[in-house]
């Protein structure tokens, strides 16, 4: 089984509307969770994560994304999209057995005028 | 900009050469990551090195190879390339071995270099 699934490899959404990208992970994966941005022809950037404390993470440009222990679920979400969060958006988390980053298979936010 | 710098951002060779990536890490990282990304496979760990040494190895074949300097570079080693080898290698680094569990230590990726295989 997938340890960091996505479950929409494609979300398109108009402008100014909410969207929210889902991510669960499975019992291999520690509890360590990101989220990564990649935009067009460029390479990964960290949006944001969960090491611990709150289980409800902001990043700098309004996204955020809450971590759900019962649903093992880390949903990235933002209330008021822009053009230019146009982008793939991949979660991961790492694996409690291996000790590195695994990655979900990516979700592409297409954000339409 | 990461602070982690791949070079050459383009690579376009032929079947059944050899090419070399590099990867230049953030300042005071010692921990070097290699990751393939294609479009069948997606985002996959290749190797990861701790100042110098082989610390662990995902989803790499033996035609690859790589290395981490003294001067905590590191070089990816394609060999015998085939069509399929055709995708994004991503680098990444931090500052310790293991990734994501000290709130300090976590991976910063390069800009990648994309390698076509013709």
């Known amino acids: 089984a997938q340890s960091v699934t996505q479950l929409d490899s494609q979300v398109p959404v108009f402008e100014e509307a909410p969207v929210e990208l889902r991510c669960n992970y499975s019992s291999s994966v520690s509890v360590y969770l990101f989220w990564y941005v990649q935009y067009p022809n460029q390479g990964l950037q960290l949006l944001l994560k969960?090491?611990?404390?709150?289980?409800l993470v902001e990043s700098i440009n309004g996204f955020e994304a809450e971590l759900n222990k019962s649903q093992t679920s880390f949903h990235l979400r933002k209330p008021s999209v822009h053009i230019s969060d146009t982008a793939e958006y991949f979660c991961?988390?790492?694996?409690?057995?291996?000790?590195?980053?695994?990655f979900g298979s990516g979700t592409q936010l297409t954000v339409l005028p | 900009d990461s602070g982690v710098t791949q070079t050459p951002k383009h690579l376009i060779t032929a079947t059944g050469q050899r090419v070399t990536l590099r990867c230049s890490p953030r300042?005071?990282?010692?921990?070097v990551y290699w990751y393939q990304q294609s479009l069948d496979q997606g985002l996959q760990f290749l190797i990861q090195y701790y100042n110098g040494e082989e610390r662990a190895k995902g989803n790499i074949l033996e035609r690859f190879s790589a290395q981490q300097f003294p001067d905590l570079h590191s070089e990816l080693n394609l060999s015998s390339l085939e069509l399929g080898d055709s995708a994004l290698y991503f680098c990444?680094?931090?500052?310790?071995?293991?990734?994501?569990?000290?709130?300090?230590?976590?991976?910063?990726f390069g800009a990648g270099t994309r390698l076509s295989v013709l």
């Open positions: 300042s005071g990282d010692l921990s």
């Open positions: 991961a988390g790492i694996l409690a057995s291996a000790r590195q980053l695994t």
């Open positions: 969960y090491l611990s404390g709150s289980t």
């Open positions: 990444a680094s931090s500052p310790s071995e293991v990734a994501g569990v000290l709130a300090k230590n976590i991976q910063y």
